[in-house]
């Protein structure tokens, strides 16, 4: 099995370093030709969303990323991932890949609360750390029978799945707690 880790701005080296940990191969995806390879998941690192975007665009991995995503193939958006991955995005007009049926807030915790670390249920998994980092949160569900509730933090949506889309607006990857990469790695070795 071989995932692939956007790797063009962000906290792409953690996520790297806990599938190697997990005994995963994965590629970067860095460039349009990357996209050439084959592979079985799909990982959207945190970072600053909007420097994600323009650098999807300019390199031209916009759509046939899209495309991908439409065709199923597993995709795990953390933090500005779950940003790209947005159908919606309340305080910033500029949708990415609009793929995954929620409404999300960017930097929604507002300053006091830039960062923080708590620890809450995580559907299927039980108790998981979750650390926080001028983190969005989903505001609403777009579509209801399309999309799972994975999270959430004091009423506030932290984690959602459609399909084979996961957006996670904490960042599993800077944690030692395995289990959620490990569950995306099961939908990965399931499609
Ligand atoms: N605040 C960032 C954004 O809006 C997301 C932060 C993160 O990925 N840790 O894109």
């Given at each position: 099995m071989n995932i692939?880790?956007?790797?063009?701005?962000?906290?792409?080296?953690?996520?790297?370093?806990?599938?190697?940990?997990?005994?995963?191969?994965?590629?970067?995806?860095?460039?349009?030709?990357?996209?050439?390879?084959?592979?079985?998941?799909?990982?959207?690192?945190?970072?600053?969303?909007?420097v994600q975007r323009k650098l999807l665009r300019e390199h031209d991995m916009v759509e046939p990323l899209r495309k991908k995503i439409g065709q199923g193939i597993p995709v795990l958006g953390t933090c500005a991932g779950l940003i790209l991955l947005a159908q919606e995005i309340s305080n910033d007009g500029d949708v990415c890949f609009g793929t995954l049926p929620?409404?999300?807030?960017?930097?929604?915790?507002?300053?006091?609360l830039g960062s923080f670390h708590t620890e809450e249920e995580f559907a299927g998994i039980g108790r998981v750390p979750m650390s926080f980092i001028r983190a969005p949160y989903i505001e609403s569900v777009v579509n209801r029978n399309q999309t799972e509730i994975l999270a959430t933090v004091e009423d506030r949506i932290v984690a959602a799945r459609s399909g084979n889309q996961i957006g996670i607006a904490f960042h599993p990857e800077l944690d030692e707690d395995d289990r959620i990469h490990e569950m995306f790695l099961e939908m990965c070795r399931g499609v």
């Open positions: 692939a880790v956007l790797a063009i701005q962000g906290a792409f080296a953690e996520h790297i370093d806990k599938l190697k940990k997990l005994g995963v191969d994965c590629i970067e995806l860095r460039q349009a030709a990357d996209l050439e390879q084959d592979f079985d998941g799909l990982i959207l690192p945190g970072g600053e969303s909007t929620v409404r999300v807030q960017r930097n929604a915790y507002g300053r006091q």
